[in-house]
Each structure stands twice: as structure tokens, then as C-alpha cells.
């Protein structure tokens, strides 16, 4: 870690955020469902976390607050009607680790926050359920266990929470389930709940035809987007109503729905706005980082895209070309909005020097 500090120094660079969401490995292997296990029901997920924690103690620059990733607690079917108990363990897991980070801010001076990632289909998949777990579970019984810890009181302990366990905004997933991203951030900021980190990521956005041929045949050009990697989880809108599917497979072994739209978990690169028949959610990604340079909420914008050896073969370019054109777009929008801000009022431009990008 010495060394790797310092070649990090030399070159100009820094490590301030870790992606500690896959446990093993995470390319070129399916992964699908496994990417959640262990989950924070299993000590082997605290244990992880809490080396991951170690090494970017080591590697954090002086004056930034770093941040750890991780799953959304677990996958929804594998806990579907688990009782209390469950919860109350993956609360306990959770201070676990926040005790840790408590208890290395005060001897190092070093801030460091874990982010838990709403994704859909899991424990904590939409605005609702990730608040209803800070408010029901972390903020009130998790409190009262750090307090104890610590030997606090539980005000002084939300606080601590507050600062240590937040949220991984993915615009991917947010965009997913359909929400509004400035709802949803207004939502997490009045509950207390602060964003360790956004992952600018871009998901596919399928607008089927009324004609029922011509729906058929856009869904067969979906197929190669199934791949047996990774999860690709479906929520399609019809008159407002949403209906979920676990995987694009799934999804298009069902009846469709003409009309409909569907928005996939398939990460495709930011700098494009369609993919032959397909479109994105890179507005969406416009509106969150907007939202980031306007009125600063998180130090960290991470470029997210790593389906790079998954995208049918039409869509893949040279990799080292593709991410530079992943940075180029999200500079040259960060640019774009900062001005729309600075026409608006003389503070918004100054606020957006707090916003670091990362990848």
C-alpha cells in the first residue's frame, strides 16, 4: 500500500472511493444473483468491508472524506418474509462497521462513509424502502446499538451514522425504477440521509410500438442484451403502472405490452444518447449532475459503466477510446450545466469546485 501511495502521488493521481459491492469475482464469469452473497446478513460481508475500509485508510488523501460502496443489503427474494430478526442483524452488521469509522475519524482525523446502493429487486430498491430502512431500523434501533458501543447518547450516535452509512446514488438504478432524481434527492436529504457518492451511469430505454409486429421485432433486437453475466432487471411503465421483471430474459419471454416502455439495468456508455433501435437514460444522468454542480450534495462523481465486454457486438468499441469518451462527455455536460447555473445566480458556479470526479 506504500508503494502504491506512492506511485499514486508521483503520477498526479489519488484513491478516495472503492467498490466494495461485488465480493468475488465480477468479469468475465456469470455472476448474475451472486453479486449480492454474501449479504449483510453474513459476517463474511462485514469482515470484507471492514478490510476494504484498511486499504483506503491507507490511500486517502489528506482533506477528503473516501467511501466504501455496497450492496443494497441483500436480494429481495432471498429475504421475502423474513421476519424482524433479519433486519435487526443487517442493522447490527451495518454499526458494525460504522463503529469502525466512528473509531478511525478519531484517531487518524480521517472520514470515511460506507455506500449502500439501492438497486432494483434488492432489500432496498427505491427511495421508499432505502428511507423507511435509515428511519425505521439504522436511525432509531442501529443508533441505540452504536450508542452502547461507544458510550454516547443515541443523538450523538444518529449523528455519527449520519456521517458514516450513506447512500450510492447510481443513476442507472434510480432511473430504472422510474424516479424523479430531484424528488428522490429531496427525499434523502430531509430524512438525514446524505450521498457517499453518484455513479453517473446510463441505462436502455425501450419504447415499444402500438403495432404489435413491430414490437415483436424490436424486442427480438433486445435479445443479444441478455448476456449470462450479469442481471439486467426490467421495470416497464404502461398508463402510469409500473410492472417489474428479475431479468431481460425474463422479460422478453413474457407478453408484451405495445405501448409500453421498458427501462433496462444494462449499463451502456454515457456519450451516447441512442444504440441502433434503443434509446438511454442519459438525460437522466444530465439531470443528476446538474443537480451536483448547482448545489453541491457529494464530493464524488464516478463514471460507472464495466459492461464494456458484455455489449453486443455491433456497439463495442476500442476500450481505452471508449473511456475517454465517457470522460469527455462527462466533462463537457459538467461544463454545459455549470454554465446554465451560472446564468441563474452568481453562487452556483463557485459551489461546483466542490465536486471531484472520480472512476
Given at each position: 500500500?506504500?508503494?502504491?501511495?506512492?506511485?499514486?502521488?508521483?503520477?498526479?493521481?489519488?484513491?478516495?472511493?472503492?467498490?466494495?459491492?461485488?465480493?468475488?469475482?465480477?468479469?468475465?464469469?456469470?455472476?448474475?444473483?451472486?453479486?449480492?452473497?454474501?449479504?449483510?446478513?453474513?459476517?463474511?460481508?462485514?469482515?470484507?468491508?471492514?478490510?476494504?475500509?484498511?486499504?483506503?485508510?491507507?490511500?486517502?488523501?489528506?482533506?477528503?472524506?473516501?467511501?466504501?460502496?455496497t450492496?443494497?443489503?441483500?436480494?429481495?427474494?432471498?429475504?421475502?418474509?423474513?421476519?424482524?430478526?433479519?433486519?435487526?442483524?443487517?442493522?447490527?452488521?451495518?454499526?458494525?462497521?460504522?463503529d469502525?469509522l466512528?473509531?478511525?475519524?478519531?484517531?487518524?482525523?480521517?472520514?470515511?462513509?460506507?455506500?449502500?446502493?439501492?438497486?432494483?429487486?434488492?432489500?432496498?430498491?427505491t427511495?421508499?424502502e432505502?428511507?423507511?430502512?435509515?428511519?425505521?431500523?439504522?436511525?432509531?434501533?442501529?443508533?441505540?446499538i452504536?450508542a452502547?458501543?461507544?458510550?454516547?447518547?443515541p443523538?450523538d450516535?444518529?449523528?455519527?451514522?449520519?456521517?458514516?452509512?450513506?447512500?450510492?446514488?447510481?443513476?442507472?438504478?434510480?432511473?430504472?425504477e422510474?424516479?424523479?432524481?430531484?424528488?428522490?434527492?429531496?427525499?434523502?436529504?430531509?430524512?438525514?440521509i446524505?450521498?457517499?457518492?453518484?455513479?453517473?451511469?446510463?441505462?436502455?430505454?425501450?419504447?415499444?410500438?402500438?403495432?404489435?409486429r413491430?414490437?415483436?421485432?424490436?424486442?427480438?433486437?433486445?435479445?443479444?442484451?441478455?448476456?449470462?453475466?450479469?442481471?439486467?432487471?426490467?421495470?416497464?411503465?404502461?398508463?402510469?403502472?409500473?410492472?417489474?421483471?428479475?431479468?431481460l430474459?425474463?422479460?422478453?419471454?413474457?407478453?408484451?405490452?405495445?405501448?409500453?416502455?421498458?427501462?433496462?439495468?444494462?449499463?451502456?456508455?454515457?456519450?451516447?444518447?441512442?444504440?441502433?433501435?434503443?434509446?438511454?437514460?442519459?438525460?437522466?444522468?444530465?439531470?443528476?449532475?446538474?443537480?451536483?454542480?448547482?448545489?453541491?450534495?457529494?464530493?464524488?462523481?464516478?463514471?460507472?459503466?464495466?459492461?464494456w465486454?458484455?455489449?453486443?457486438?455491433g456497439?463495442?468499441?476500442?476500450?481505452?477510446?471508449s473511456?475517454?469518451?465517457?470522460?469527455?462527455?462527462?466533462?463537457?455536460?459538467?461544463?454545459?450545466?455549470?454554465?446554465?447555473?451560472?446564468?441563474?445566480?452568481?453562487?452556483?458556479?463557485?459551489?461546483?469546485?466542490?465536486?471531484?470526479?472520480?472512476?
Open positions: 500500500l506504500r508503494e502504491f501511495r506512492a506511485f499514486l502521488d508521483r503520477e498526479g493521481l489519488y484513491v478516495a472511493i472503492i467498490n466494495g459491492f461485488p465480493y468475488g469475482p465480477f468479469h468475465g464469469t456469470p455472476v448474475k444473483a451472486n453479486v449480492y452473497a454474501p449479504d449483510w446478513r453474513d459476517d463474511a460481508r462485514v469482515d470484507y468491508t471492514l478490510d476494504l475500509i484498511q486499504i483506503l485508510r491507507a490511500l486517502l488523501p489528506a482533506g477528503l472524506d473516501g467511501g466504501v460502496s450492496t443494497p443489503l441483500s436480494y429481495k427474494p432471498w429475504v421475502a418474509g423474513a421476519g424482524a430478526e433479519s433486519w435487526e442483524t443487517m442493522t447490527r452488521n451495518i454499526v458494525r462497521v460504522a469502525a466512528v473509531r478511525i475519524r478519531r484517531e487518524h482525523g480521517v472520514l470515511i462513509h460506507l455506500d449502500i446502493e439501492p438497486e432494483p429487486d434488492c432489500v432496498l430498491e427511495t421508499d432505502t428511507v423507511a430502512f435509515f428511519e425505521r431500523w439504522l436511525f432509531s434501533v442501529g443508533a441505540l452504536l452502547a458501543k461507544l458510550g454516547i447518547g443523538d450516535a444518529r449523528r455519527h451514522l449520519q456521517d458514516h452509512i450513506r447512500i450510492c446514488f447510481d443513476c442507472c438504478h434510480f432511473a430504472v422510474y424516479e424523479d432524481p430531484a424528488v428522490a434527492l429531496e427525499r434523502l436529504r430531509a430524512a438525514g446524505q450521498v457517499g457518492r453518484v455513479q453517473l451511469s446510463s441505462a436502455v430505454l425501450v419504447r415499444f410500438p402500438s403495432d404489435p413491430q414490437a415483436e421485432s424490436l424486442a427480438a433486437e433486445l435479445r443479444p442484451f441478455a448476456d449470462a453475466t450479469y442481471l439486467h432487471q426490467v421495470v416497464e411503465q404502461q398508463a402510469n403502472a409500473l410492472r417489474r421483471y428479475p431479468d430474459d425474463v422479460a422478453l419471454d413474457d407478453a408484451r405490452s405495445p405501448g409500453s416502455e421498458w427501462r433496462i439495468h444494462f449499463h451502456v456508455p454515457l456519450f451516447a444518447r441512442e444504440y441502433a433501435a434503443f434509446a438511454s437514460t442519459q438525460d437522466y444522468v444530465r439531470r443528476v449532475l446538474a443537480a451536483a454542480v448547482q448545489n453541491p450534495f457529494t464530493t464524488h462523481l464516478e463514471i460507472e459503466t464495466y459492461t465486454g458484455v455489449l453486443p457486438p456497439l463495442k468499441m476500442d476500450l481505452g477510446e473511456i475517454a469518451r465517457e470522460y469527455e462527455w462527462v466533462l463537457a455536460t459538467i461544463g454545459e450545466v455549470s454554465e446554465l447555473g451560472a446564468s441563474d445566480g452568481p453562487s452556483s458556479n463557485t459551489r461546483s469546485s466542490n465536486t471531484r470526479s472520480s472512476k
